[in-house]
């Protein structure tokens, strides 16, 4: 209440979103909608000061201020995309815990392929190896190691 | 001998060995500043201990040094005589503002009074114009120049070499 | 003295080491029997000198001997005595020589459990525990010393970080890591060691698998407890947040899983042993990578401790083991001969190699989403951040997808099946998939992957417990009584299967305890003056005041609250801000009230103690305990599963063995 007196009586000016991405594009929220998405805009966004904590999640103060300050964004109709291009615009790609580029994306879903093309290979190959002679075969149930001592040294491993 | 193992081996190796042995000796907690060639934020804010307003515009025609610190940051402690002695040898021609936030009037007062100012000092009440500026923490300094263009920032405690370095690259616009 | 004793002893473990790799390497080209016994031998020295080393800085701590170096850093005489014993670990040094400590343990137990076997594998497999202790003494030698003498000794110290004073579980969790980072050295000397010699025999599977069981075992409930520590003390009120050293201690775990199922598939069928070898390579590179990620100040984290020579040294390391690795295996990995083959895309073995995929998918992608914004600074030097929301987009599909193999995996034969078989066996799990999904969404669960992931954990359900006890009941049907037939059958004969099904049915359990604590849970702020009562989530929480309380190395600020349901008192919580001496911003403590239903969570973000006013976050989050415990039951599941078998009789009678090929449940 004293700092909005202050700020009525001697027109003080903070730098505000509109310099860096314009007038809000959305509708302001309130109550629980609004509660509800300042969590979610503040887990995309890091806390500077701390090891890869969210604003949404960090105690520290500095992430308190940035979190008052997307929960104010949001209630004047910041949409997400504004706000983060916002904080983008000071603090670098740095802050964004959503990474941008497509690539590191995109790795994984090629990890994928590529993992179900090795694994399809080496299936196809694997049936049609041929069947083993039968004194290479082990039977399945391997659990007793007194079995397994007596096979190897029947088939000449000294264990 | 199989070449695929030793391809995709290597690649890997390569990859990771270069990458870590690039990040060492760099602090990950360093974040640097996408406002350099950017204009600086335009901002209007109470001076501390009065009433006044200092509005950053009026510096306009003159390089700025911006310096973002509190009272209970030790190097802010070690960097502060370093900027009074440089604001008292280059003003009125560079124009130096101290920006507290996150920190007590009262305590701000007395470390003024204890340590001298010599240039104004102004409160960001809600940390605001800090995170406009991409404070990360304190002490963080920025050096615009005469066209209000930020030219180059510096993260840590200064000393006369870095403010001599960095104003040569405000003088240089 | 005692920092002059300390270095010599560290001194003599590296040359014991050295020594003793060489001749281990030595002994594996001529198979001498004779160097062997000496590296052995060496072996045994090496680890006796090492622990010692760690007990006499543990001895130097307790009499708070500030002339060591380590102990001028971290002890203190005003902090508890289980503080100053953690103290070991609580700081880069210490934690280094613990390391060592417990290489020592490992590589002593491992030299005496191979005594006179596996004697075609034993000496290189001693060679390259040697080679790693050899490192890591020469780490503790030079960069990361903790024995210096200080000159002029302080009378006291300033104590261990305050964060790890906060609570005891910091006194477990390092540990249960090193039993389990550490451990993984012992595999991997013994596939280095498959490697050379160029076989992977029928008989070195078993100390293959079960070294790597243990420290797997041990992994495990370390990934847990930080998860726990986190939840307890971080009060965010969450328990894992993708941390690049919380990613660190996931990665080798992720291969050491998918190494013990593919092992499993090399006992049965003789393939997939080259696989096999690769992850369990991969695990012990990922642990240097790990213990690099953690010390060399080149990842932003939580953990990270600051170095100077320590991380370039490490990562010399970790670039030596990979050309080594690599170089083993493209020249020897053919040579590992698969002795069988897959009868068909509808079996088991074609499952496990699924399985295998999607763990190696997801060592990819943590291990991608680490390093990424490494690699942009490198080749681009801009600064980026890859956080919460990759990673947990990537690995919800890919848990989900695990979870479904989880199922279907173990519900299908081995070897050739009939269309008919696999439909017999897919088909009759969907009930528990239903009942499941049914379930949740009757009991307030919404979100669309919580209900898929309901859905596969009752289908896995189903089919870990008829894999349990369907064999249990035939067996009575054939008539044995209830109590032959569990102990004999289950408990004592076929207790690898029978814990390996306890293993997957906790997992089934952790992961939907942890998709419906995530997605039922309720977040809410409030704002109190003293006395007043606030709603949340059905339980009436009452502020009852500020209390401070002074302690020697804090202050603590104190809010109490009662919380109550249906007029009933639940629980008093007294969440806290705790203002350390030596710290700027206080550190907040939550406090929980924990069910078997659900949490109750009070986390602390403002307190006055003047104006008497508190600001708290409240979490209330469902099925939270069950995610300790199933992984708890994972580990004792594993453990028991560890047993050795007791030995009933030579062959196994034919009626409970069917014929090599054919497809069977079992």
């Given amino acids: 209440m004293t700092i909005l007196a202050f700020v009525l009586l001697l027109q003080l000016q903070v730098p505000d979103a509109q310099q860096f991405v314009g007038p809000p594009k959305g509708q302001p929220l309130t109550g629980d909608a609004l509660f509800q998405r300042t969590n979610e805009v503040g887990a995309l966004l890091r806390c500077p000061v701390c090891q890869g904590m969210s604003v949404a999640d960090s105690p520290a103060e500095m992430a308190v201020n940035m979190k008052n300050q997307v929960r104010e964004l949001l209630a004047r109709g910041y949409t997400e995309e504004q706000i983060l291009e916002y904080f983008e615009k000071s603090y670098g790609q740095f802050v964004l815990l959503k990474p941008k580029s497509p690539v590191v994306w995109l790795l994984p879903v090629l990890a994928l392929v590529l993992g179900l093309i090795v694994v399809f290979v080496k299936l196809k190959k694997l049936q049609q190896a041929p069947d083993p002679p039968t004194a290479n075969r082990q039977p399945p149930t391997a659990d007793d190691p007194y079995l397994a001592r007596v096979r190897d040294l029947v088939s000449g491993e000294k264990s | 001998m199989n070449r695929t193992v030793l391809l995709v081996g290597v690649i890997i190796a390569a990859v990771l060995v270069g990458v870590l042995f690039m990040g060492l000796g760099k602090n990950p907690a360093e974040i640097r500043s996408p406002l350099i060639g950017k204009a600086a934020p335009t901002f209007a804010l109470r001076q501390v201990g009065t009433t006044n307003t200092i509005d950053i515009s009026q510096f306009r025609g003159k390089p700025l040094v911006v310096n973002f610190w509190a009272t209970w940051c030790g190097p802010c402690w070690e960097e502060h005589p370093v900027l009074v002695a440089n604001a008292r040898m280059l003003q009125p021609n560079v124009q130096f503002l101290g920006v507290v936030f996150q920190d007590q009037e009262d305590k701000i007062l007395s470390f003024l009074a204890q340590r001298g100012s010599g240039y104004p000092t102004v409160v960001d009440e809600a940390g605001k114009t800090a995170i406009a500026y991409g404070v990360g923490g304190v002490p963080e300094t920025y050096f615009i120049d005469a066209d209000g263009v930020i030219v180059a920032k510096y993260n840590g405690p200064m000393n006369g070499d870095i403010i001599r370095e960095h104003l040569q690259k405000v003088m240089r616009q | ?666």
């Fill in chain 3, 1 to 666: 003295m005692i920092a002059s004793l300390g270095r010599i002893l560290i001194l003599a473990s590296l040359l014991a080491a050295a020594a003793g790799a060489i001749l281990g390497f030595a002994a594996g080209r001529t198979r001498s029997a004779d160097g062997l016994k000496w590296a052995r031998r060496f072996a045994y020295l090496y680890s006796a000198l090492i622990v010692g080393a760690a007990l006499i800085m543990v001895y130097a701590l307790l009499i708070h001997d500030f002339s060591v170096s380590y102990v001028a850093q971290v002890g203190s005489r005003s902090v508890p005595t289980w503080v100053t014993v953690v103290s070991l670990w609580s700081s880069l040094e210490g934690s280094i020589l613990f390391w060592g400590m417990v290489m020592g343990l490992y590589i002593a137990a491992a030299t005496f459990l191979t005594r006179g076997r596996y004697a075609e594998y034993q000496p290189d497999a001693i060679g390259v525990w040697l080679a790693c202790a050899a490192f890591f003494s020469f780490l503790i030698a030079g960069p990361a010393n903790p024995f210096h003498t200080v000159p002029n000794p302080p009378l006291d110290g300033p104590g261990p970080n305050p964060l790890l004073q906060n609570h005891i579980l910091m006194a477990i969790h390092p540990p249960f890591l090193y039993l389990g980072y550490v451990g993984f050295v012992i595999p991997f000397g013994f596939a280095c060691a498959a490697l050379l010699k160029g076989r992977l025999g029928h008989n070195v599977l078993k100390p293959l698998r079960e070294s790597l069981m243990l420290p797997w075992i041990f992994q495990s409930v370390a990934i847990m407890l930080g998860g726990w520590w986190a939840y307890e003390v971080l009060g965010w009120g969450g328990y894992w947040a993708w941390d690049p050293v919380e990613n660190a201690s996931l990665l080798p775990w992720l291969t050491a899983t998918a190494a013990l199922h593919s092992i499993m598939v090399v006992e049965r069928r003789g393939i997939l042993k080259g696989w096999t070898i690769t992850l369990i390579q991969a695990t012990f590179l990922l642990v240097i990578l790990g213990t690099f990620m953690t010390r060399s100040g080149v990842f932003n984290s939580v953990h990270s401790f600051t170095q100077s020579a320590i991380g370039p040294t490490i990562l010399g390391f970790l670039a030596a083991a990979l050309l080594f690795t690599i170089a083993l295996l493209a020249f020897r990995i053919d040579k590992l001969e698969s002795e069988g083959r897959i009868e068909g895309a509808g079996s088991r073995e074609a499952m496990f190699l699924l399985n295998n995929l999607i763990f190696v998918l997801l060592t990819f992608t943590v291990l991608i989403g680490t390093v990424f914004p490494l690699v942009v600074e490198a080749v681009k030097g801009k600064q980026m951040s890859v956080g919460r929301p990759y990673f947990d987009s990537m690995t919800v599909p890919l848990g989900a997808l695990l979870l479904f193999l989880l199922g279907v995996g173990p519900a299908l034969p081995w070897g050739r099946a009939t269309k008919e078989q696999i439909k017999k066996a897919l088909i009759p799990p969907v009930a528990g998939a239903v009942v499941f999904a049914a379930l949740g969404y009757v009991l307030g669960v919404r979100a669309p992957w919580t209900l898929l992931t309901l859905a596969f954990g009752g289908y896995a359900a189903y089919v870990t417990l008829a894999q349990m006890f369907v064999p249990m009941f035939q067996r009575m049907k054939s008539g044995e009584s209830l109590g032959t037939a569990l102990i004999d059958g289950q408990l004592r004969r076929g207790r690898r299967r029978f814990a390996s099904y306890i293993v997957h049915a906790a997992a089934v359990l952790a992961i939907i305890a942890i998709a419906v604590s995530s997605s039922n849970r309720q977040q809410l702020e409030l704002h109190f003056t003293k006395g007043q009562t606030q709603q949340a989530g059905g339980y009436d929480v009452t502020f009852l005041g500020v209390e401070q309380r002074q302690e020697p190395h804090r202050l603590s600020t104190v809010g109490v609250f009662n919380v109550m349901q249906g007029g009933k008192q639940v629980a008093r919580l007294e969440p806290n801000m705790n203002q350390y001496q030596m710290m700027r911003e206080p550190i907040g403590t939550p406090d929980v009230h924990t069910t078997a239903l659900r949490d109750f969570y009070i986390s602390l973000s403002n307190v006055d103690a003047r104006a008497e006013t508190a600001s708290i976050t409240v979490f209330i989050a469902p099925m939270v305990v069950w995610i300790w415990l199933a992984v708890i039951a994972m580990a004792v599941g594993a453990l028991f599963g560890l047993i050795p078998a007791m030995r009933r009789g030579v062959i196994p009678s034919a009626a409970r063995d069917p014929l090599p090929g054919a497809a069977e449940t079992a």
